[in-house]
């Protein structure tokens, strides 16, 4: 939160606004972003596809007309494409070229091809704004700042944390804030 802040604060100043076009000059920003959608999609299973042909997949024969299921979660954590894919490190996106369309198949939150999320454009932009203005305008506190955040989820249609975070916002303090 604190590399988030200081770099929104040095690009969009103590008590300018945050703007879309401030949103390119805020690598740190997307790759929280990218982070939190590798751990956490938005929908883990993404829309089920049918086999066209009969094919072979990492020695799996597969049936023209199978129906498969993509785990968008599952890949997102794979220790084969991710070093410590269980830790939050936003630094893993930093000065990489990895986005949201799909053409590396490691990271997949919008899904990929002719089936990827039709909101993809519209969530990029939104996502990255409210964020950007709620962490700019608003100091964040945990309900409970002496325990451990429980990051289990609930599965479903859509991800959800299992025990629900509970984030007080408070007006910003400008005089605590560090460039």
Not at 114 to 122: H, I, P
Not at 151 to 169: F, N, S, W, Y
Request: glycine share 6%; proline share 7%; net charge positive.
């Amino acid at each position: 939160m604190r590399k988030v802040k200081e770099e929104i604060n040095r690009v969009v100043g103590l008590y300018g606004k945050v703007e879309e076009k401030n949103m390119d000059k805020l690598p740190y920003l997307q790759a929280v972003v990218k982070e939190n959608l590798r751990l956490h999609p938005v929908v883990p299973l993404l829309l089920p596809r049918n086999a066209m042909h009969d094919s072979s997949y990492m020695g799996h024969q597969i049936p023209k007309n199978t129906q498969v299921l993509v785990n968008a979660w599952v890949i997102g954590r794979d220790p084969e494409s991710w070093d410590d894919p269980l830790s939050f490190k936003p630094e893993r996106f930093l000065g990489k070229n990895i986005d949201y369309k799909g053409q590396r198949f490691e990271f997949i939150p919008f899904g990929s091809g002719r089936r990827m999320c039709v909101g993809f454009a519209l969530a990029q932009r939104v996502v990255h704004l409210a964020l950007a203005s709620l962490i700019h305008s608003f100091d964040w506190e945990v309900s409970s700042p002496t325990t451990e955040i429980d990051m289990t989820e609930r599965a479903g249609m859509g991800l959800r944390k299992l025990v629900p975070l509970k984030a007080i916002p408070t007006k910003r303090n400008s005089i605590q804030v560090t460039i």
